[in-house]
């Protein structure tokens, strides 16, 4: 069921809404880094520090001129209270028929507790200003995964200049 990406391919094009009527899409970021997150659902304790994480190291990320974003399937009406309740910088998309999942291959069969069942498998993907995908961490671990992830863009940079 899950088709994981390459690094080098054209990331999947998506047009999301972050709150009703109010699409963002890949196009919105062209020329310019994007951290692209799948998390499977907003105010759960992994998904809640990986946002956290994330906005704590915002700046950072918009110091080498990359923007974050995050995907789960909850509605932008979860999405809005989230950002609130935990005063998140990250721009949250809503991904509701998990569509967007599915194209980048993170909508598959997970584990927990013994019992099986489909869903969101957490996932990041990172995308140059040309909307290539030069790297993807794959199951993440939400320990460290923000600051994992800024370390490997400013590798990456460095490397290309």
């Not at 998140?88 to 069942?117: F, N, P, Q, R």
């Amino acid at each position: 069921m899950t088709n994981l990406l390459e690094i080098g391919q054209s990331a999947p094009n998506f047009s999301l809404e972050n709150k009703p009527d109010n699409l963002i899409s890949l196009v919105d970021f062209s020329g310019q880094w994007l951290v692209l997150y799948f998390y499977p659902k907003d105010n759960t304790p992994g998904c809640t520090t990986e946002a956290k994480d994330f906005t704590n190291y915002a700046s950072e990320f918009d110091a080498l001129g990359a923007k974050i974003i995050g995907i789960s399937p909850d509605s932008t009406t979860s999405h809005s209270k989230f950002i609130e309740k935990h005063e998140l910088s990250v721009t949250l998309l809503s991904d509701l028929g998990h569509k967007i999942a599915e194209a980048y291959g993170v909508w598959g069969l997970k584990k927990y507790m013994g019992k099986e069942y489909i869903g969101i498998i957490r996932s990041t993907f990172l995308i140059d200003p040309e909307s290539k995908i030069v790297y993807i961490w794959s199951k993440v671990k939400v320990k460290n995964h923000a600051e994992t992830v800024l370390n490997k863009l400013q590798e990456i940079q460095s490397r290309n200049t």
